[in-house]
């Protein structure tokens, strides 16, 4: 039961991310330079997201490897030389290579948060220098 938490965990950050940046860049009137880095992340970050979510493997010790990144989907012991699989259940697995591809697209769109928020922060101390409430001087 702890797998769906971590997955609903996962899924409502990196959703919610997404979401907020989009909107953000919105309400900013952002520059076709940070729309575009945007979407080049983004589609980047699906790639990524995509390769980890179905193709990444790691060991987690000698005789275990876990695959999928990074809520794992199907794990592997060596038993009597070979590997055996122990998959997580099919919705799970589903719902979990959904959601390392979003999470996978929120981290990788991450830069673009940081400049909307050094952007945001330009503005305002460039609105607060223009309005000084102190009457002139003599």
Known sequence: ???FL???????VSGWS??????????QKATRGLWLAFVLLGAGGMGLG????????????KRYR???FPIPA???HLEQGKWVDYPV??????????????????LTTSP?????????RSSVTTQSAGHNSTPPGP
């Open 50 to 61: 995509f390769w980890c979510a179905l193709y990444c493997e790691y060991p987690a010790g």
């Open 74 to 76: 199907c794990f592997f």
């Open 112 to 120: 673009v948060w940081w400049l909307t928020r050094q952007r945001r």
């Open 6 to 12: 971590d997955l609903i965990l996962f899924l409502s």
């Open 18 to 27: 997404l979401v907020r940046l989009f909107q953000r860049l919105r309400k």
């Open 1 to 3: 039961m702890c797998g």
């Open 66 to 68: 876990i695959a999928s």
């Open 89 to 106: 259940p099919e919705v799970q697995a589903y719902a979990t290579v959904f959601t390392n591809i979003l999470t996978i697209t929120a």
